[in-house]
Nanobody, 117 residues
């Protein structure tokens, strides 16, 4: 079981930036992850896949965050990041880190991001 710990959430004004971090309990360079990424769930809305990076290094983003968010990974720190720029109130949500390895999905506990107008 992979343990994931997110950090970096908080309150920010519209137009601001935040960087979320997701620290894994295993070596992300050695563990056979198919993908790592971020989901979010806003109040009253369905869960949305925000960004994902595959084992091959390809990154994909939800249309709503393209050009504003960037997913990256630091294998030496076993950490995946989500850089969020030009935040708006629609980005307010709990953000969850996840990993996919075969049929197994692991989740972090979530970190709250609140964007004020």
């Amino acid at each position: 079981q992979v343990q994931l710990v997110e950090s970096g959430g908080g309150l920010v004004q519209a137009g601001g930036s935040l960087r979320l971090s997701c620290a894994a309990s295993v070596s992300i360079s050695n563990f056979n992850f198919n993908a790592m990424g971020w989901y979010r769930r806003a109040p009253g809305k369905q869960r949305e896949l925000v960004a994902v990076v595959t084992n091959g290094g390809s990154a994909n983003y939800a249309d709503s965050v393209k050009g504003r968010f960037t997913i990256s990974r630091d294998n030496a720190k076993n950490t995946v990041y989500l850089q969020m720029n030009s935040l708006n109130t629609d980005d307010t949500a709990v953000y969850y880190c996840y990993t996919l390895s075969g049929v197994y999905t692991s989740w972090g506990q979530g970190t709250q991001v609140t964007v004020s107008s």
